[in-house]
């Protein structure tokens, strides 16, 4: 798994002893515990019509990663609304 600057960094302080690793306490633990069930909760269901060369080509890269195809879109979707997928300017 490659790692971004900022994920190397802290896996770096940590191999050098800067950081240390804490448990979390009983309500941090619960918030945790919220927040993964409500991101990982997929309660809407949606039909899309797609070109059927980009379903391929969406199911190929699914199986590359080992993924459902239906989770790789989902993912995909959840990034662009996040702002972590952006927009090629063209011209």
Not at 52 to 67: E, F, R, T, Y
């Amino acid at each position: 798994m490659k790692l971004d600057k900022e994920e190397q960094e802290i896996l770096d302080a940590y191999d050098k002893g800067a950081m240390k690793l804490s448990s979390p306490s009983k309500s941090d633990k619960e918030k945790i515990k919220s927040i993964a069930e409500k991101t990982f909760r997929k309660d809407r269901r949606v039909t899309i019509r797609l070109y059927d060369h980009d379903l391929k080509g969406i199911q190929k890269k699914a199986l590359k990663k080992g993924m459902p195809y239906q989770t790789l879109i989902s993912g995909m979707i959840h990034q662009y609304i996040e702002g972590d997928l952006v927009e090629r300017k063209i011209g």
